[in-house]
Structures are given as C-alpha cells and as structure tokens.
C-alpha cells in the first residue's frame, strides 16, 4: 500500500472520529436543552404521584379524578373509591427502588434518556462510564421526596367515601332525646300545671288555660274536648293537689293522642317482595332526612335497605340520600335530574325486588303545591309501584314549626294518596308541639316518628305518654 493510501485512510479515520465526537457533544446539547422541562419540580411530582399510585391499583386515574372533583361526585361509585387508600401508602417504599419508572412516566420516552445524562456532564466528558453513575445517585433522590410528599394528598381525599357509620341504638333512643324535646315545650305544660294546681279555678283561669292550648297549636276541636274533661273532673272534686293536677292533666293529654293507635312503622318483607314505604311531603319539611334517619334505624335492626330517590326536582336531594344510602350501607336507586319520579320509584322498587332487599323506601318529589299537579305526579308515583308491590306505608313527613301551615298540607296530601302515617319533624326547634294533636284529628292517622334535630340518629318513635311526660316538664 502506498503512502498516499495510508495517508488517505488515516484521513478517513480521522473524520470518522470527529464526526463520533461532534455527534456525541451534540446528542449531549440535545439532552441538555431538553433537560429545561424537568426542573418543574412540580410537574415531575405530579407524574411520579400518577405512576405511583397506578401501581398497586388499576382504578387509580378514576380514583384520582374523582378526589379532585368534589365530594359529591365521588360519592355515586363508593365501591371503587376503597381501593385507592392502598395504592396511596404503598407508593412511597416502591419508588426507591424503582427509580427508572418515575422517568419513563414523563412526557416522552425520550426525556428519560437526557434526565439522567443531564448529571453526567457536570462529572465529567466520558461516555459510558459516567452516565450511568450520575443517574443513579440523583435521579432516585428526587424521585424519592416526590411521592413523599404526595402521598398525604391523595390520602385523606379516599378517606371522605368513608365507611359505614355506626348508628345509635334505637332503644331508649327518645329518653335520651327527651330533654331536648321538654326544653322547648315544657312552657306549656308548666303553665297548665300552674293553672290547674292553683285550686279552684275561676272563668279568667279558664281561659288561660283554653289560650294556652290553642297557642300550643293543639287545635280548637281537641282543645274543646280537653277543656270538657277536665271542667268535669274538676267539677267532680277529683283534684285536690298539685300531684292531682298533673296525674289528670297527664291522662287527659294522652288520651286526646289516641294512644290505642297502631304506630309500628309496616316495613317489613312480604314472601316474594320487600316491604315498600313511601315518603311524602313538601320540600324543606325534611323528607330525605328523615327517609335516611329511618334508614339508618332499619339497618340497625338488620333490615336491608333500598332508597329510592325520587325526589328528582332538585339534584342535591338525590345526592342527599345517596350520601345518607353509603353511610349506612343502604343500596340506592337514582336518575337523571329531571327525571320522572315514577320511573325511579318502578325502578327502585323492582331492583329491591331482584336484589332481594327487605325494605325499599322512596323519597319522592314533593314540589307541587297545587293539587292536580301533585295527584298526577304523588297518584303515578303509587299506581306505578303497586305493579310491582304492595305499598305498605305511605308516610307524610311535616314540619312541626309552620303550624297551620303544615295542616293545610296534611289536608291536600290526604285527599292524593292514603296516608298511613305521619313523621313530624323539627319538634326540636317549636314550643308548639302541638300540631301532633291537630294532625292526627284532622288525618285520622298516627304521627308515628318525630324528628328532633339534624342528627343522624334523631329520629324517635312518637309514644304518647313520653311525649306528655316531655310536654309536663
Ligand atoms: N332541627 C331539625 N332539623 C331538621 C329535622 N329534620 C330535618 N331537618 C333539617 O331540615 C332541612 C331540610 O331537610 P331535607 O331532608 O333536605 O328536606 P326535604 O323535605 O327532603 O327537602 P328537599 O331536599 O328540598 O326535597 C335540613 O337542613 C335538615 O337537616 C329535625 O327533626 N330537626
């Protein structure tokens, strides 16, 4: 070979050589200039957190969506929200060890090479040998703080799903509610007392006994007969002390609340069907309270639960009892807002039916206040479930504080569908408990739940003789 041969290979060589090495500190630039989206520290947290918590669980991403959505939202799928509190605690002892997945999580597979490269250059200009020391030590470091601190976050976000709440045992439930109630009635029944222990009454006396009923809401027609008995006792000297006094005024009261009324709450399942109960009522009289209060209670006495949201007037009401539904581990029927609450009654009570559930209680839409309107929508709502079921009870749910008012909607109630019972709420919040005589003189029908607070567990069976006792103080 010639000199000129050897010279013309060793030019070769040598422009290969400068390509490798200009192709190398260029390849490192690329790197370099992509390095620049890294050093958000954030977005490189986030995209750990993503993969980190993708790991253990394949429902992450929904599970995720759903804590930064709202509460409400992630209510409707409580069974996939469990399932990410795992995934979260485990995250942060998996990552160290893997440090190479927090990289091809980012943006491109490219970045993952320049990540690591990206350390190599400050060392030093080798090739191989330097490049995959650097990573090592950095890239884990950074990684490692990055799901730390993300863990807490996600965490208490599946916490809110939360499991099912204890409830309180129903028995002895009104004694414990029974201060509550006589705080704010026992007025009237002191001023009875007051009255009646006096000795011989005079006609002033009287009617301070007749407007103190009547401001208690008692009514004039159970008033009348109140005031009849206890002229006649009076007459007939049987009151001779103040013991006297309250033993009469006691029975008098409870007679006049018909104690002889059957106020069992008819819940329960028939052979081939569960027992159904619907819930009536104006809206904001706390109807979806009460329907989950009685939820609760049925639960607790080992009933399943089927609730059926037919209340579709307003969103919130649904979500409202699908919250009440997840924290007593009812089941829960829904449909669009807007939708026809006759369709969601047939439906909750033929899933009950399927699902072999042993009570299904339909809250239903109360928002119609003229009568033909709530005979169309209160009359299909029944007519649809009795298709499918004997409807057991028909509760209407009345706010104890709008007094006559509730009366009024007691009456146009009655004459659309057959009330079996009546839940008076918000006792806790009147002095004029009254209203308990006058509804039922005026439905015939027992008030056979009150409700006495915003509580979960203050729901209390209506016994007339606790109530007096409460009413006397
Ligand atoms: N103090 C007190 N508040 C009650 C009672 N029952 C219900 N409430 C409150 O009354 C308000 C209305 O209750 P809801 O259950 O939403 O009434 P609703 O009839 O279903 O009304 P919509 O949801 O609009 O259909 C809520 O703030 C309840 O917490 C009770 O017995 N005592």
Redesign the pocket.
Known sequence: MTTGAWIAIAAVVAVLLVALVVGWALYRRRRVSLQPTQPAPGQLEETKDRSGGYKPDSGISFSQGATATAPPVSRPTPPQAPPVTPPVEEPVTEVPPAPVEPAPAAPTPVEPAPAPTEEAPVEEAPEVAPAPVAPAAPAPVEPAPAPVEEAPAPAPAPAVPAPVEEIAPTAGRLDRLRGRLSRSQSAVGKSLLGLLGGGDLDEDSWEEIEDTLLIADLGSATTEQIMTRLRSELAAGSVKSEADARALLRTVLIEALHPEFDRSIKALPHDSTPGVLLVV?????????????LARVLVADGRRVLLGAA?T??A??AD??QTWAERVGAEVVRGPEGGDPAAIAFDSVTKGIETGVDVVIV?T???LHTKTGLMDELGKVKRVVEKRAVVDEVLL?L??TVGQNGLMQARVFAEVVDITGVVL?????TAKGGIVFQVQHELGVPVKL?????GAD??APFEPGAFVDALLG
């Open positions: 009522g104006v809206n904001g009289t706390g109807k979806t309270t009460s329907t989950g209060k209340d007037f307003r919130a009401a409202q009892l809250d839409a109360g928002r749910v706010d104890a709420t918000k006792l806790d919040g009150v409700g006495l607070g915003e203050d729901l």
